[in-house]
């Protein structure tokens, strides 16, 4: 099983950046985001779709129908400036997408 | 508050073995299913391998399995992984993960350990 994730996005300071992941019927899964910055380990910031772990902003929001799931980014501030994974699984494996360096600027 | 810490990394010769540790702390380690996840430098990363809460489920990438082997200590609160006739590809920084759920079997990492960095060169 395989995730897309665009490369890059960029977004300016202040405006929503919507990061997408796809798969064939990926929909149909569950689907986490992490968020990385350079240097340091990865940070759960949407799990089950939709759901924010606690201490992550309320800007970070997911959504996930038919082939695609999107992380939304609300008031995008300079901290964001990071690379993002989505992530799926079943009970016997992992798949993470490619990751999309997300700029702002 | 939880901390993971890895430990075991180096350089190896390829064909070599080396054998990763993570020590879990801050959370009630027999509870929770434990991950690997690794990433090459500069590129993302990838999931290698999981364990159930009690150690009688294992599931592994294909691109480890019958390498490597992942285990755990209840009693030490420590995760392990053997990593054998290892190859230039494996290079790589290893994370431990820790399960966000119990006892359901979902797989989101709410907790990662800090990494540890095997460079297998001759």
């Known amino acids: 099983y395989e995730l897309a994730q665009p490369p890059s996005v960029s977004v300016s300071p202040g405006q929503t950046a919507s990061l997408t992941c796809s798969g064939d019927?990926?929909?149909?899964?569950?689907v986490c985001w992490y968020q990385q910055k350079p240097g340091q380990s990865p940070v759960l910031v949407i799990y089950?779709?939709?759901k924010r772990p606690s201490g992550i902003p309320e800007r970070f929001s997911g959504s996930n129908s038919g082939n695609t799931a999107t992380l939304t980014i609300s008031v995008t501030q300079p901290m964001d400036e990071a690379d993002y994974y989505c992530q799926a699984w079943d009970i016997s494996t992992v798949v993470f997408g490619g990751g999309t360096k997300l700029t702002v600027l | 508050q939880v901390q993971l810490v890895e430990s075991g990394g180096g350089v190896v010769q390829p064909g070599r073995s080396l054998r990763l540790s993570c020590a879990a702390s801050?959370?009630?380690?027999?509870?929770?299913?434990m991950h690997w996840v690794r990433q090459a430098p500069g590129k993302g990363l990838e999931w290698v391998a999981v364990i159930s809460y009690d150690g009688t489920n294992k599931y592994y990438a294909d691109s480890v399995k019958g390498r490597f082997t992942i285990s755990r200590d209840n009693s030490k609160n420590t995760l392990y992984l053997q990593m054998n006739s290892l190859r230039a590809e494996d290079t790589a920084v290893f994370y431990c993960?820790?399960?966000?759920?119990?006892?359901?079997?979902?797989?989101?990492?709410?907790?990662w350990g800090q990494g540890a960095l095997v460079t297998v060169s001759s």
């Open positions: 993960a820790k399960d966000l759920m119990t006892p359901v079997a979902e797989y989101y990492f709410d907790y």
């Open positions: 019927k990926l929909g149909e899964k569950y």
């Open positions: 801050g959370f009630t380690f027999s509870n929770y299913g």
């Open positions: 089950q779709d939709t």
